[in-house]
């Protein structure tokens, strides 16, 4: 009775695994595909026994969010998706955009801003 208990959490925790496998490299992929456009930035709040959220932000040199994507959720299943109400929005309107949005995605979009890659910025000018 114990053994198959044993081989049923041990096979959970394989396929545990390798989903969030899946999901590391579906996140590896975005970040790859947003940084062609411009400038990065990622958000992330965890949830313990809530649900995370993460936003990664393409900003062009206008400060135009040119692209947008966000994954809410608490299991390995989460996926990307179109983040559509902070798509061609301006930075200096962030705050009236994200004023309707729930606490943790509004945190995660924050941290988002304060994290873009500033290397874009600097290329072309000596920077590194």
């Known amino acids: 009775m114990w053994i198959k208990i044993l081989w049923i959490i041990g096979a959970a925790w394989v396929c545990q695994g390798v989903l969030v496998y899946f ?15 411009g400038r990065l930035g990622v958000g992330t709040v965890k949830g313990r026994f809530s649900r995370g959220v993460i936003v990664i932000l393409g900003v062009n040199d206008e400060n135009i969010i ?30 009236v955009i994200t004023k309707s949005m729930n606490k943790r995605t509004k945190t995660a979009v924050l941290k988002a801003i304060d994290s873009l890659d500033p290397s874009k910025d600097n290329e072309g000018k000596g920077g590194t």
């Open 66 to 95: 040119t692209n947008a994507q966000i994954m809410t959720g608490i299991t390995v299943f989460a996926r990307f998706m179109p983040f559509k109400a902070l798509q061609n929005q301006n930075l200096k309107d962030i705050d």
């Open 23 to 37: 999901q590391i490299k579906n996140f590896q992929k975005k970040i790859a595909e947003l940084k062609r456009h």
